[in-house]
């Protein structure tokens, strides 16, 4: 029993170890980055096909990031973005919505992948799926959140 204890508290510290050696880079690349040209003009794109979802500017920087990366980091930038006060709770919504559905494209498509799935498929299903749900949320919670 303590072994099987000492090996998950290890594991667990481990894990927390890498997570934080990742994390926290990104965090002061985000810092850097935040106000640079090339950031804006990338967050502009992606704010032009965010926008009918009901997202705002600032919270395409989270869903940049969860999309890619995955959803602990763009949960991560999320937090950090809702603490200085840059989103709404319309943002917060929608961009847990769609995070749940649709984050880290790259890795978990290469995932299924590896063991015989359809890239293209598995993309594009995601991104119908995330996309499709975030949109009947944002028809629900808009007048409601908007409100409050």
């Known amino acids: 029993m303590v072994d099987i204890v000492s090996h998950a508290v290890i594991g667990s510290l ?5 997570l934080i050696l990742i994390i926290v880079p990104l965090m002061i690349a985000y810092e850097f980055l935040e106000n640079s040209r090339v950031f804006n003009r990338i967050l502009d794109a992606l704010y032009i096909l965010l926008k009918p979802l009901g997202f705002s500017k600032q ?21 950090a973005q809702s603490d200085k006060g840059k989103l709404t709770k319309i943002d917060i919504l929608l961009s847990a919505v769609y995070l749940s559905m649709c984050h880290a494209v790259i890795e978990d498509t ?11 498929y598995i993309i594009i299903t995601r991104l119908i799926i995330a996309t499709a749900l975030t949109y009947m949320f944002y028809l629900y919670f808009k007048d409601k959140l908007n409100k409050a």
């Open 14 to 18: 481990k894990l927390s170890v890498k």
């Open 110 to 120: 290469l995932v299924f992948v590896v063991i015989g799935g359809n890239g293209f």
């Open 59 to 79: 919270a395409s920087i989270s869903m940049l990031t969860g999309i890619f990366l995955g959803i602990t980091y763009g949960s991560g930038i999320l937090l």
